[in-house]
C-alpha cells in the first residue's frame, strides 16, 4: 500500500520552531520530488516547498523563504520541513506529497498550530 | 506567480444533473512544446486530503469515474461532473504546475 505518514506538528509559540516529517512506503521514494502543501483551517490549499530526487535542489513559497527548509534522506525515505521563526499566518494542516508533475500521492497531514 | 481563478465559489446541484467549474489562469500553461496543459483537478472531502482527478487538463487518474472531465487550454479549464452524484459533495481545486506550483481558491459543490 502506497502510504505518507507525516509527524511533528503542534502547538509552538510565535518565533518558536518545528520539525516536520513524512514517512514514505510503498513506492519507490527516490523516484520522486516531494513536496510540502499546506491549509489553514477552513481555508483553501497553498504550495510550500519541493525538492528533488537527490536533495540538491529546493524551492519554495515566498513567504517561506529564509524561514523553511525541506531535505530528505532516502536512505530511511523519508521527508522533512525545518520550520523556523514561525508566525501565527503559518498554522495550518501540512501535507506531505509525492510529485508526478501534478500532486499524486497525499500524507493525511499534521495540524501546526501557532499561538501564545 | 500564475494566479488561479476559479468560478463560481460555490455551487449546488440536483442529483444526477451536471456540474460544471471554471478555472481560469493568469498566463497560459500550455507547453507548445509538448502541446501538454499543465493543470490539475483535485477533490477534497471534509476531513480528509485532496485526491487527484484530472491531470495535464484532461487526463483522468486511474480508478476515478467517468463522469468526471476536463477541458480546456491555455488559460480557460473546465472540470465537468456530467451526473452528479451524492458521494461528489465536496471542494474542488484546479492547480497549475507550469510555473512553480499555485492552487484556484476552491470551489464548494453541493446537493440542492
Known amino acids: 500500500e502506497v502510504r505518507l505518514v507525516e509527524s511533528g506538528g503542534g502547538l509552538v509559540q510565535p518565533g518558536g520552531s518545528l520539525r516536520l516529517s513524512c514517512a514514505a512506503s510503498?513506492?519507490?521514494?527516490?523516484?520522486?520530488?516531494m513536496d510540502w502543501v499546506r491549509q489553514a483551517p477552513g481555508k483553501g490549499l497553498e504550495w510550500v516547498a519541493n525538492?528533488?530526487?537527490?536533495?540538491?535542489?529546493?524551492n519554495y513559497v515566498d513567504s517561506a523563504k529564509g524561514r523553511f527548509t525541506i531535505s530528505r534522506d532516502n536512505a530511511k525515505n523519508s521527508l522533512y520541513l525545518q520550520m523556523n521563526n514561525l508566525r501565527a499566518e503559518d498554522a495550518a494542516v501540512y501535507y506531505c506529497?509525492?510529485?508526478?508533475?501534478?500532486?499524486?500521492?497525499w500524507g493525511r497531514g499534521t495540524l501546526v498550530t501557532v499561538s501564545s | 506567480d500564475i494566479v488561479m481563478t476559479q468560478s463560481p465559489d460555490s455551487l449546488a446541484v440536483s442529483l444526477g444533473e451536471r456540474a460544471t467549474i471554471n478555472c481560469k489562469s493568469s498566463q497560459s500553461v500550455l507547453n507548445s512544446s509538448n502541446n501538454k496543459n499543465y493543470l490539475a483537478w483535485y477533490q477534497q472531502k471534509p476531513g480528509h486530503p485532496p485526491k487527484v482527478l484530472i491531470y495535464?487538463?484532461?487526463a483522468r487518474e486511474s480508478g476515478v469515474p467517468d463522469r468526471f472531465s476536463g477541458s480546456g487550454s491555455g488559460t480557460d479549464f473546465t472540470l465537468t461532473i456530467s451526473s452528479l452524484q451524492a458521494e461528489d459533495v465536496a471542494v474542488y481545486y484546479c492547480q497549475q504546475y507550469y510555473t512553480s506550483k499555485t492552487f484556484g481558491q476552491g470551489t464548494k459543490v453541493e446537493i440542492k
Open positions: 525538492i528533488n530526487i537527490d536533495g540538491s535542489e529546493q
Open positions: 506529497v509525492s510529485e508526478n508533475w501534478y500532486f499524486d500521492i
Open positions: 495535464w487538463a484532461s
Open positions: 510503498g513506492f519507490t521514494f527516490t523516484k520522486f520530488w
